[in-house]
Every structure is written in C-alpha cells, then in structure tokens.
C-alpha cells in the first residue's frame, strides 16, 4: 500500500513541471512536440488510441474466447483439457513475442488478405476503411492484442462454465433443448457475472499491454495519432512512454510529459477496473440485471 | 376428459420447430468450432515461425558472444541471455520472500479490516500496467543511484512478481486442511512453528508453482526494462551498470532495418520462449499434476466467479 | 441416512451373497411383456455401463398410461441410472452406455435417425434436487420449454403457465408473486416449480427421480397429491427409496437390486405377497 501511495507521489512529482506548464491542457491537449523550444505536449491523442484498441481488442477477443471455453465445455475432457492446456501456455508467451509475430509474419498477411480487400470494397463508402493500409494500424495492432487476451480471457470462462451445476443443464435438456438452447438457458445466466469478470481481466490486460502494440501500431505522434479510419496509425499511452522514454532529456519537459502519461495511463487503468468491479458486483445481487 | 382436450390444445399450440432449432445448434456448434480455429492458428504460427526462424539462428556463437557491430550479422546475444538470467534471479531475490511474506499474512492472519485493504490493493496492484512499474522504478533507483542499473530493472520486476507470489501464496495456504493446523496446534507448536513447519510444508506445491509461473511471466517482461537496465552489448558488469537482457534485446532488433536482424530477434525469441515454456510445462506436468493452476483460481475468483 | 444407508447397503450385500449362492439372483425372474397391455413405454433388456461398470442389468419393463409407477431399492441399485435411460439423460454422460431397446408409443428411443429432443418433448424429468434457473422468474421458469418450443404468444402462455402450476399445487401459493425470483421460493415450492415446468411442454410420461427426498413432510405430501392427480394425465415413473410412499402413490412397484430387475408387479401385491425373497425382506425391513 505504502508502495502504492508512493508511486502515485513519484509519479505526480515526476510529471509536475509538465502538469504545472499546461494544466488542463495536458489532458485535453492533442499536440505533441519534443522539439526543444517548441515544446507542447498533450495526452488526449494517445488516451484515445489506447482506449480505441483496447475497447475493439475487447470487441474482437471476447466473443472468440467465449466461443472457445463454449467448444472446450462441450468437449469430452479427452478433447477439451489439452486444448485448454495449450490455449493456458499460449498465456505465457511474452508480449514482446507476439509483437515480433505481428511485425514479421502477421501483418503481411493481414494487410493481403483482410485490410486491402476491406479497403478496396468499402473504403470509399465507410470512413472506416478509408485510410490506405499499410498494417501498422489500430486494426493490426488491436487484433494482435485481440489474439492475447484470447488466453486469459477464455480460460477463466471456461473455468467459470465449468462451475455451472450439473443439474442445471440436466434443467435444460430435459425440456428439451439443444446444446447451444442449454447455454442460453442454464450456462450462460448462472455464469454471466463470471464471463463479465473474465472480459475485465482482458481489458486490463489490453489497457496497459506495451510492447506488441508499440511495435505495430505506427507510432504516429501528436493530433496524428487519433485514428481518422481503422487502417491509420495511431499511438497508446504506453507506447509512447516505450518509444520515447529514453531518449527524452531529463532536463526539458519532454520527459516530465512522458511520466504525466503514465499517470494518465495509471489513472485510466484503474478507473476501468474499479468501475468493472462495480458492475460485476452489481450484476451479482439476484434479480438485478437482465 | 376435460383435462386431456386441454392440454391436446396446448400441444397444437407448439410449433414444430425442431428442426430449425437442430440447424441453429448445428450453425452455434460451427461458429463455436470456427472460434477455435481462429485462436489457435495464430497461436500455432507463433510458435512455429518462432521454432523455424529461430533455428536458423541458433549457433554457439549466437548463444555465446556479444552483439556485432549494428546490421553486421555477427556476433550473438550472449549478454541478453547472460542479463535475463542476472535480473530474474535478482527479482526472485527482492520479490520471493517479500511476496511470501504478504501471502502468510493473508493466509494466516488476513482477517481483519487491514488484511482486507491488503488484499484489495495487491490486486488492483497485480492490474498496473507494467510500463508504469518501471518509470515507478526508474524514479526511485535510477534517479537516486544515477545510473540505469540490474538493480533498478529488478526492482521493476519484482513490483510485478510481489503480488502474484502474495496471493497464489495465500491462495495455495488456504488449501491446506484445517486439521493440519489443529494437529499441530495439539502437538503444542507455536502459531509461527504451526504456519512455517506445517502449512507451509503442505502447501509448498503451490508456493513453488507460484514461484515458477511468476518467473515465466517476468522474465519475458519488456516495458518496464526500458527504463531501468536500458540495455547493453557488453557482458554483465556489475549490478550498478546498465545490462541487456532477452526482451529487450528483441525490441531493439525489431526496430532496425536489417535481415540479420531480424534473425536475431526470432533467435532471442526462440531462446526466450524455450526458456518460459519449458519451465510452464514442467511445473504444469511435474507440480500440479493435472489441477488448476493457482493462476487461475485467482482469476477465476476474481472474475467473481462462484465457488 | 449415511449410517443407516451404509448399514443397509451392508446387510444387502450380505442378503446378495446369500442369494447368489442359492442361484437366484443370477437368473432375475424377466417378466416378459404383455403383448396385447398397450404401454405407453416399454424398456426390454436395457442394460447401462457405467465406465465399464454394469449398473443396470438386462432390465425390462412396461409403463401404461395413467398409471403411476415406483422403482424401489436400496442406494446404489441402479433405479436412477435406469430411470435416466427413459429420457436419454445418459447422452451427456461421458462413459455410460446403453444397451437395450426402449420404446415411447412403439417408437424406439434410441434409434439413430431421431434426435432426442422429439422424445423429450414428450417425457418430462423432475430431478432429486430441484433445479429452477436461478435467474429467471418463477413465470420465466414454467415457460421455458414452452418458449423452445415456439410458443410466443401471451395468452397461451399465461394460461399454460397457470395450468402447471396447478396441476403441480403450487398456483395458490406463487399466483400473485410470478416475477419473483425462482430462488426466493421454499424447497418444497422450488421443486413444485419444477414440476410444473416439467409439466407445462405437456409431457406424456414423466419421470421423476426421487422428488421428495429432500423435503419436509407437508411438501412431500403435497408433491405426492400432485403426483396422485397427475395420473389421470399421465403416465409417472417415480423412483423412491421411501417404501410407504410407493405404497401410497404407486399402481405398480418395481423392485431393483444391485443393478437386476428383481420383481415387477402391482403394487399392493408387491407389499402383501412378494414372490422373490431379496423383496420380502426388503419390503418388510429385515434385510440380511
């Protein structure tokens, strides 16, 4: 706790000379120079990348990983335990090798085959698809997030339908239902507030996730980094602090700034979890939610 | 008959839909299956690029010898194996007994307002990002001793370390059977004796599966080395100087042009991952037999999920 | 009930030996059908495996319509592992197999063109312990399988729902409180609830395993009135091991032992005039 609050201090005196020259605007702000003389930082670009790949590394992972504790649940234990053994070793893999994964293997791949054709068809119709790709992009980077979260996430669902009593299935079947009517009916509410808990863990890890996204996302800097399509790059907060944390003079308020990211990045962390918490709390007193 | 005519109008009133509802089960049971696919392809290609690239690298000399001049294709990454080792024995050192420690006291005597406060903020601590670990680090040990360090860079680690051994400690302790205690409260032990000879004897299992996992899960941290060991191409100097170590050595070929490079990153890769798989192998098939890991029961209970 | 189970089981084994020694157990007394009966469902020579394990042995056995069948024995004899046979339950059991044939209005049960869920539709299960969805209402709960089933609109529903909760006893009690959560109900309701839900797919044969052996006295006897009542509706299997309620709710016994079919007859007969010896003393409580 003590290390905590001192973290906190550290981190606040640390980032002090920026959050004293800029205020408010060090938040709000979108510019971001480092050039000295012409310094001007502002967080705002980077939040929102961070909060964009996060929220569609959720919007992609999720669903995936539910559906793979759904496969593993179903399965005999012949089938199911190894391929939960090798999904929960695939959490072990480093970040930084699945952004190695990202940069060499996937993203040509993914450029041919999901960026180009997305953009050819729809690019001019949808913003979204706008942007010429080139795979270092918020989609790249948020799939390859998606792709580590998928571990997490799906053993702790599958660990939380497992937990659904026998009897309740037995519930559903004897009226007749089919498998995926028998997660509907009996799996999916007695295990929501799990599933709820388990995407959390997801997000967590995606909000301070460094290194894969750092190395795919485009590092673009200042007003630049707010995504203008799914194909543009863009910048997190942490990848920020990653690329340019050593090479800032300690003497200007380029590193000052960086440290006020953190904080920033510190600050978002834990509001989303505190406010997830709360949700998954209030989901659990029986009637309340759906 | 009354009753019967009724409840014959009640069955007309049913739909005859099993079929479609067999095909929508059929179509679940496909995306379900689909879902899987899309996961482990991935998962499958990472390894096996890591595996054939890697290879490609692997030679005495790469394993052994300092990095070449920049783009040259020679030399190895000696120094990145030589400092991972260095820093996650530090971090075990700063980490594994004050983690051991926070976990007793949950375990054994958590059960007042503080242990609760304790345990709240060894979780939120365990949801930091760990970038911000190591500019947390970066202030306290590398503004104070001057210079990027292994010390600052385990410091960092250990931060991570703490409370995953704290709670799969206290986790692991909480299994062992009331009896145990009470046997050896009847033998006349102190508490102290009571927690040190026998619950931490019987749950040492777990404590070491902790340990282990821990040690997978920091040794292939980069964000927060950034900041504190800097990296190097040098041998290990000494704990005070900058050190080089796997990850970031990976991050740092990654950023350059070069094919040989690029070979050295899947190389270090390949040497990284050998070195975390095998050791979460052997401590899934060797130590917990089969059983949940201790991993996942805290994040089962903390995803709120009911016992 | 652990003790006196145990005890139980140990004076069975005891009376087992004993029989197998005199050879009567080895040869169980199969009644054959009755061909010109007309039963609603027929199991003949159904045998489980339970992991390798037999735990049903060569039975065979026919349920008329609007009667109300018991299956009694010690712990352990194979009467809910048969009884699950009746519904197909042991398909989601990894490792149990089922050998035999099984009939529903002469169709077979297990034959491989048919999915399970058309004989579903058709038998309804009450479980030992009552299992309503915890997060539905007690309305939700009664109309679930009737939302499988296609039924949307409101009227029928409501008036479904009523029905069952009826036919169950259980309408009195819940009719101004359906939105409620199903787990704010008593035990005893909880697992009136699920026979009402079991009931309102308006089932042909339902099988109940066990109903009230979790319950206090007054909720057993107004599940035994529901069971009484549902007769003239249906045809009931209903496994117990509590001989007085066979005796009060049952027109046939049969008596399971060790995994055989012991004896299969009217139920008054079964308790005055056992022909085998393994029922008589089970019947009259002196086993061993």
């Known amino acids: 706790m003590a290390v905590i609050a001192l973290m906190v201090y550290e981190l606040a005196m640390g980032s002090a000379p920026a959050l004293a020259e800029y205020g408010l605007d060090f938040v709000v702000g979108t510019d971001w120079n480092a050039v000295e003389g012409r310094e001007s930082f502002g967080v705002l670009p980077y939040l929102v ?59 040509g791949l993914f450029v041919e085959w999901v960026e180009r054709p997305l953009h050819d068809a729809l690019g001019a119709d949808i913003w979204l698809f706008s942007a010429a790709p080139f795979g270092l992009d918020v989609l790249t980077a948020s799939t390859v997030l998606a792709i580590m979260i998928v571990p997490t996430v799906s053993s702790v669902s599958r660990e939380v339908m497992a937990a659904v009593p026998q009897q309740q299935r037995e519930a559903a079947f004897m009226l007749g239902a089919t498998r995926w009517e028998m997660f509907r009916l009996a799996i999916f509410p007695h295990s929501r507030t799990g599933l709820a808990g388990a995407a959390i863990l997801g997000l967590g890890r995606a909000v301070g996730e460094t290194m894969a996204v750092t190395m795919l996302i485009g590092n673009a800097k200042g007003a630049s980094a707010i995504p203008s399509s799914l194909f543009s790059p863009s910048q997190t907060m942490s990848s920020i602090i ?49 | 008959m009354d009753t019967a005519r009724r409840r014959a109008r009640y069955r007309a009133l049913f739909r005859q839909n099993v079929p479609r509802r067999l095909a929508v089960d059929r179509v679940m049971r ?39 001049a920049v783009g040259s294709g020679e030399g190895g990454v000696g120094p990145a194996i030589q400092g991972t080792l260095v820093i996650v024995g530090l971090t075990c050192l700063l980490g594994v007994p004050v983690g051991i420690m926070a976990g007793i006291y949950l375990a054994e005597y958590g059960r007042g307002r ?23 680090a970066f202030f306290v040990v590398v503004l104070v001793l001057g210079h990027f360090s292994a010390w600052a860079g385990a410091f960092a680690l250990s931060l991570i370390m703490f409370p995953i051994i704290a709670r799969t400690t206290e986790e692991s302790m909480r299994l062992v059977q009331h009896t145990y205690r009470e046997a050896g409260m009847a033998l006349g032990l102190k508490k102290w004796a009571v927690t040190v000879r026998i619950v931490m004897a019987a749950a040492r299992g777990g404590l070491v599966t902790g340990i282990l996992l821990s040690v997978s899960r920091v040794a292939g941290e980069t964000a927060p080395l950034i900041m504190t060991i800097l990296g190097s191409s040098q041998f290990f100097g000494g704990f005070g100087g900058p050190v080089d170590a796997l990850p970031l050595r990976i991050w740092r070929l990654s950023l350059l042009p070069y094919d040989s490079a690029q070979l050295y990153g899947w190389g270090s890769a390949l040497v990284l991952i050998t070195m975390i798989l095998v050791v979460n192998v052997c401590v899934r098939y060797a130590l917990m037999g089969g059983r949940a890991s201790p991993l996942g029961m805290l994040a089962r209970r903390r995803a709120g999920a009911r016992p | 009930m652990s003790a006196a189970g145990a005890a139980l089981e140990a004076a069975g084994a005891a009376a087992g030996a004993e029989a197998q020694a005199s050879g009567e157990v080895q040869e169980p007394p199969a009644p054959a059908l009755d061909a010109g009966a007309g039963y609603k469902m027929t199991a003949e020579g159904v045998s489980v495996l339970y992991s390798g394990k037999e735990a049903v042995r060569n039975v065979t056995m026919g349920f008329k319509e609007r009667s109300v069948t018991a299956l009694i024995g010690p712990s352990g004899c194979g009467k809910t592992t048969f009884l699950r046979c009746l519904n197909r339950m042991h398909d989601m059991t990894p490792g149990a197999v089922v050998t035999g044939r099984i009939t529903l209005d002469g169709v077979d049960l297990y ?24 997060t539905m209402s007690v309305y939700d709960n009664v109309v679930a399988g009737l939302r499988l089933n296609g039924v949307r609109d409101r009227r029928a529903l409501d008036e479904i729902a009523e029905d069952s909760l009826r036919m169950a006893f259980l309408w009195d009690e819940v009719s101004d409180s359906l939105s409620k959560p199903a787990v704010e109900l008593s035990g005893g309701q909880q697992q009136r609830l699920c026979i009402a839900r079991a009931l309102a797919i308006q089932p042909e044969v339902l099988l109940m395993d066990e109903p009230a052996s979790a319950l206090d006295p007054i909720a057993t006897q107004k599940i035994e009135e529901a069971i009484v009542d549902l007769k003239r509706e249906l045809a009931v299997i209903i496994v117990t091991h509590n001989m007085q309620q066979a005796v009060r709710i049952s027109d046939y016994t049969g ?4 995994g055989d079919l012991i004896e299969f007859r009217d139920t008054r007969k079964l308790f005055t005039d056992p022909r085998h010896r393994l029922t008589e003393q089970y019947v009259k409580g002196t086993f061993g």
Request: glycine letters at 10%; hydrophobic letters at 55%.
């Open chain 1, 49 to 107: 990348g961070t909060l964009i790949t996060a929220a569609l590394a959720m919007a992609i992972g999720v669903p995936l990983s539910i559906g793979i504790a759904m496969f593993i649940t179903d399965s005999p234990a012949r089938i199911g335990r190894p391929l939960g053994f090798v999904v929960e070793l695939l959490a072990a893999v480093p970040s930084v090798i699945y952004g190695l994964w990202g940069l060499y293997v996937f993203r």
């Open chain 2, 30 to 68: 496909g995306v379900v299956l689909a879902c899987v696919i899309v996961a482990i392809v991935p998962l499958g290609s990472i390894l096996a690029e890591v595996i054939a690239n890697g290879a490609q690298a692997i030679s005495i000399e790469f394993l052994t010898a300092a990095p070449g």
């Open chain 3, 111 to 134: 034959s491989r063109d048919v999915d399970p869920i058309y004989h579903r539709r058709k038998v309804g299960m009450v479980f030992q312990k009552p299992n309503p969805f915890p």
């Open chain 2, 114 to 136: 503080l242990a609760g406060a304790v345990r709240f903020f060894t979780d939120v601590f365990m949801e930091f990002p760990s970038i911000v670990m190591g500019i947390f």
């Open chain 3, 255 to 258: 008596f399971m032992y060790m």
């Open chain 1, 242 to 290: 990653a690329n340019e944390f050593v090479e800032a003079s300690p003497a200007s308020l380029h590193l000052p700034a960086l440290i006020g990211v953190g904080l920033v990045l510190l600050a978002t962390a834990v509001s989303i979890n505190i406010v997830a918490h709360l949700l998954v709390r209030r989901m659990r007193v029986p009637g309340g939610g759906a």
